[in-house]
Nanobody, 122 residues
């Protein structure tokens, strides 16, 4: 099983980034997927989740209206489109796979990617 997250980088406040997470080694369409983030000295926190089909999504309040999670089951990939980025969005972003949809706790996910750094700074 492998989850590879990429697409992070340095962006100015108000800018945009699109994160990708490529999955392999399990039946991707059987799993709900999520994005979490962890800033230095902070606990890992939920960002967004998407259901097996992509028909349902849930977001953490601070990213609603700015971030969009999506998935392509044919490509075994999920995405996180981030817009209107703020310095407080700076963190390592992780993708994760779980058998349930909408989990907001890390323990609810079975597989984890290695993380990609997002830095929002002028």
């Amino acid at each position: 099983v492998q989850l590879q997250a990429f697409g992070g980088g340095l962006v100015q406040p108000g800018g945009s980034l699109r994160l990708f997470c490529a999955a392999s080694g399990f039946t991707f369409s059987d799993y709900g997927m999520g994005w979490f983030r962890q800033a230095p000295g902070q606990e890992r926190e939920f960002v967004a989740a998407i259901s097996w089909s992509g028909g349902s999504t849930v977001y953490e309040d601070s990213v609603k209206g700015r971030f969009t999670i999506s998935r392509d089951n044919a490509a075994n990939t999920i995405y996180l489109q981030m817009t209107s980025l703020k310095p407080e969005d700076t963190a390592v972003y992780y993708c994760a796979a779980g058998r349930m949809f909408g989990g907001i706790r890390p323990y609810e996910y079975t597989y984890w990617g290695q993380g990609t750094q997002v830095t929002v700074s002028s």
